[in-house]
């Protein structure tokens, strides 16, 4: 692969990103059309990774295409959020329970622990992009303590679908995030592998009841009406 080759797919992946994010917090709703031109301009890119990354939506079944009108997005209801957090939850405390035969593992919960407290310090500053990277950081400690690479890239893939800078800007949900961080170490210290799943589905349990509140707050499933041509 070329380097521009490369920067395209690059490019690809961060606008389907960013159009993932919008549909799965409502700002782009059931029925909307996305047009290709109209996103170019808004992101200041051309047409072709708008065109390549809504392909990949289509293939998630996020929208579907139609003929000279562009892309649709495609209903999204409660039982398909309840679906995608109990599938990111069920990966993510599989993981976590293979991390706690990582030799070592001491050593592993001391770099843990600092992570988290570069998180909290974050979410006191009330640093957003912080918050994120410290979450991120600390999941990906666990995902490769657990040693299951497979595993890790389908819990990434899941996690495409999590709004997380819905959660990473509250200040509630951050501190309830560095508590539970902290409770998952010690469980992973005693090998309390029930704890450890338990506290993990909470959390997701959270997170998808917090988005559910988040769409129903902004009529997302009212009366349907009219698709409106929308842009990113």
Not at 3 to 22: F, I, M
Request: glycine residues 6%; aromatic residues 8%; proline residues 3%.
């Amino acid at each position: 692969m070329s380097p521009a080759s490369l920067r395209r797919t690059q490019l690809t992946d961060e606008v389907a990103d960013y159009l993932r994010n919008r549909i799965m917090t409502g700002q782009l709703r059931p029925g909307d059309f996305v047009r290709l031109d109209e996103t170019a301009s808004a992101l200041g890119c051309s047409v072709t990774p708008v065109r390549e990354a809504l392909v990949t939506l289509r293939g998630e079944g996020l929208v579907r295409s139609s003929p000279h009108r562009g892309f649709i997005v495609e209903p999204l209801d409660r039982g398909d959020i309840v679906d995608i957090f109990w599938m990111q939850a069920e990966l993510s405390s599989r993981l976590a329970t293979h991390a706690v035969d990582t030799p070592d593992i001491e050593r592993h919960l001391a770099e843990l622990s600092a992570i988290v407290d570069d998180l909290e310090r974050a979410v006191d500053a009330g640093f957003a992009d912080r918050v994120l990277a410290g979450e991120f950081a600390f999941h990906r400690k666990v995902h490769l303590m657990a040693n299951s690479k497979k595993l890790a890239w389908f819990q990434y893939a899941a996690s495409k679908y999590n709004p997380f800078e819905l959660y990473s800007g509250d200040e509630t949900w951050g501190r309830e995030a560095v508590t539970s961080h902290r409770l998952l170490i010690e469980q992973l210290r005693t090998g309390d592998v029930r704890g450890i799943r338990d506290e993990i589905h909470a959390r997701f349990a959270d997170a998808r009841d917090r988005l559910i509140a988040q769409l129903e707050s902004i009529g997302f499933w009212d009366d349907d009406s009219e698709p409106a041509a929308t842009s990113a």
